[in-house]
């Protein structure tokens, strides 16, 4: 069975400030990690992602961090601005055809201005 | 925009009642995948096709049952509506299996 445990379930920032939400997974197969931004009244969009062959992956202001002896990977938002309220999730899956992403349970993040 | 198109947007039932969710991927994308988003469940895999076989099946139903047509949309029926069932319902499509997902903006079903 697949698990993913995403932490904290909901996050408030000042702007300016560095969000940060954590993923931790079970199932060592996983061999790509995304995190996907849900605005509401919106479907999940894809973020950001990366693959086990790197341990970061920086894109603007949003990086993740991915620690495979832990099982764990991370959401780095810097200077987060209030337009980055939204729920985050990761999404961590099995490269192949069958393909059944498990999202985690979700953060939501508020960045007050 | 994602490209991805759901109708309708809102669908309000009755309990026992069946309806019938349209998605239309974006073009050229062969994999289409159902979702369902609920408070308590948060956002549960149902089942996925690509250029119209399906590939692999999540926590569906045996209530519910999809398909996806030659033209690539794909229609996900719900039958014996329950209470329970009322949800955001989304559809995402892929070119390939492992390409990234590109998610529709949802069908919020009610069932009263």
């Known amino acids: 069975q697949q698990q993913v445990k995403q932490s904290p379930q909901s996050l408030i920032v000042q702007k300016g400030g560095i969000s940060i939400i954590n993923c931790a997974y079970e199932?060592?197969?996983?061999?790509?990690f995304p995190w996907y931004q849900q605005f509401p009244g919106k479907g999940p969009a894809l973020l950001i992602a990366i693959r086990p062959d790197v341990s970061e992956k920086k894109e603007g202001r949003f990086t993740i961090s991915f620690n495979k002896s832990a099982k764990q990977f991370s959401l780095h938002i810097m200077d987060s601005q209030p337009g980055d309220s939204a729920t985050y999730f990761c999404?961590?899956?099995?490269?192949?055809?069958?393909?059944?992403?498990?999202f985690g349970s979700g953060t939501q993040l508020t960045v007050l201005p | 925009d994602s490209g991805v198109t759901q109708t309708p947007k809102h669908l309000i039932t009755a309990t026992g009642q069946r309806v019938t969710l349209r998605c239309s991927p974006r073009?050229?994308?062969?994999?289409v995948y159902w979702y369902q988003q609920s408070l308590d469940q948060g956002l549960q895999f149902l089942i996925q096709?690509?250029?119209?076989?399906?590939?692999a099946k999540g926590n569906i139903l045996e209530r519910f049952s999809a398909q996806q047509f030659p033209d690539l949309h794909s229609e996900l029926n719900l039958s014996s509506l329950e209470l329970g069932d009322s949800a955001l319902y989304f559809c995402a499509s892929s070119l390939r299996t492992v390409s990234p997902l590109h998610f529709g903006n949802g069908t919020r079903l009610t069932v009263t």
């Open positions: 199932n060592t197969a996983f061999d790509y």
């Open positions: 073009s050229g994308d062969l994999s």
């Open positions: 096709y690509y250029n119209g076989e399906e590939r």
């Open positions: 999404a961590p899956e099995v490269s192949g055809s069958a393909r059944q992403l498990t």
